[in-house]
């Protein structure tokens, strides 16, 4: 009897212990399901987290579609990421130019710098929402200031012509000669009369350029006939020569011989002909066509919209634009 009752006894223990095993089972299989289910939220959450990223990546085709209407409205962010360093990421236009540069870029009565292509490059800040930071520099070290990032573009009277390989540069927006400016009483009529005399030119100009280019178009064989040819560093020392008697002749651009003869009244002439003709760009670094692009088109804009002319008229190269509202 004991033994029936033991073996009950044991019997009912190995079932009790038989359903404990199955219910942790049941249990761990549950359990892994869960995880599963975790898992597989997880990564339904990972790619709402992708599907949200992207959506949030800028629209950039819709900007570069928009040339045309950005130029009518003033906007105008360009549409290609820059290859090279474009200067404006800190909202600063830093303007390279000449100082002693008139009308385009020099200093007024009142100590500011002022000027055409300044005035301008203010107003295209203004679209832009950037300030404008002007930096007088010597024009023949342009090329050192402009390669170390110092200023962000050349924006002062600046020939494209024979450039074009060195630069990257703005539509141009005048129309520019290089002439020669004599007193009036010298005897010098033509550029053939300019043989044995002193010339002057400024350093690093188009001027210069010109008297020493081979190429077609250039007047090196011309400055050979010269008795020399003399550099300064701005044109407001090379008029003063000039007027002294130091310098017979100076090769210059006609918009600054006219300014100069305008500032400093009668007693000197330009000759009826010309060196050659070019045209005024703005001029960046070679490969920023980002910056060029902005500029381009708030130069059309603020041509359309009658700004350029009203520069023109009041710095008296209106005949010299080329920017004209349509």
Sequence with gaps: M???????????????GLAACGGGASSATKSTASSKADVSSAAASTESGKADASSAKPAVSSETTSSAESAESGSSTASVSPAVPTGIDDGVLTVGFDAEYPPYGYMDENGQYTGFDLELAEAVCELEGWMLEK???????????????????????????????????????????????????????SLA????????????????????????????????TFGSLN????????????????????????????YQI???????????????????????????TYLAEIINKDLLYLAKEGTVGKLAEKYE??????LKAE
Excluded: H
Excluded at 271 to 285: A, C, M, P, R
Excluded at 317 to 322: E, G, R
């Design 317 to 322: 190269i209106a005949d010299m634009v080329i």
């Design 231 to 258: 550099q300064f560093a701005d044109y407001n020392t090379a008029f003063t020569e000039l007027q002294a008697g130091a310098l017979e002749a100076l090769a210059i651009d006609i918009g600054v011989a006219k």
């Design 193 to 224: 009369d300019l043989a044995g005399k002193n010339v002057g030119v400024q350093a690093g100009s188009a001027a210069l350029e010109l008297l020493e280019s081979e190429e077609e178009g250039g007047q090196k064989a011309l400055a050979a």
């Design 135 to 189: 930096k007088p520099i010597n024009w023949d070290s342009k090329d050192m200031e402009l390669n170390s990032g110092s200023i962000d573009c050349i924006w002062n009277g600046f020939t494209i012509n024979g450039r074009e390989n060195s630069y990257t540069f703005s539509i141009p927006y005048v129309d520019n000669s290089q002439v020669i400016v004599v007193a009036e009483n010298s005897g010098i009529k």
């Design 262 to 288: 305008n500032s400093r009244g009668e007693g000197f002439v330009i000759l009826d002909e010309n060196l050659n003709t070019e045209q005024y760009g703005v001029g960046f670094l070679k490969g920023n």
């Design 2 to 16: 004991k033994k029936k009752i033991l073996a009950v006894i044991l019997s009912s223990m190995m079932a009790l």
